[in-house]
């Protein structure tokens, strides 16, 4: 009998942490959006749309991402990465949101990945108006990025 062990499978390890794995099995499990209803935003337009005050970005990197290259301006710093998985970090948006699931929001990360999968499960947890931000901070197939837009950027002061 083999003793039981509530840390990932050793191939994830390189991970740190077994939050991707949480978030890909419940993308497998039907609980996301389905792919075809997948609402995106460029980073110039999401900027125009937070400075104008109709639109929240929430950045789901690393606090370590946030101190390296700062956050959008205006943004929530909501990591995808929570301690306490899924269910923190959407304690995290419904806390940035003030409970509400209706509020117009957009989501970025570094290149577009982790924001796809944080879009996909906001929807599925009921959220209405979502967008993701695909091109992320540094750009990518999905577009140039907000760095290399020249976007604004505020450090994080909480980091």
């Known amino acids: 009998m083999h003793a039981r062990s509530d840390r990932c499978p050793s191939i994830l390890a390189p991970l740190g ?10 993308l497998l499990s039907g609980v996301a959006a389905r792919a075809d209803e997948h609402a995106t935003v460029a980073a110039d337009r999401a900027h125009a749309l937070s400075e104008a005050g109709e639109r929240l970005i929430i ?11 700062g956050l959008p301006q205006d943004a929530e710093a909501v990591s995808l990465h929570d301690p306490e998985g899924p269910s923190g970090f959407l304690d995290g948006v419904l806390a940035a949101v003030g409970g509400d699931r209706s509020a117009p929001i957009a989501v970025i990360c570094r290149t577009g ?6 879009y996909n499960f906001l929807v599925g947890q009921g959220f209405t108006n979502v967008r993701d931000i695909a091109e992320g901070m540094a750009g990518g197939p999905n577009g140039p990025g907000w760095l290399p837009r020249g976007l604004p950027i505020e450090p994080c002061a909480r980091c």
């Open 59 to 69: 950045d789901v990197r690393t606090p370590r991402e946030w101190r390296d290259t």
């Open 113 to 118: 990945n982790r924001s796809q999968l944080a």
């Open 17 to 26: 942490t077994c939050i991707v794995l949480v978030f890909v099995l419940l």
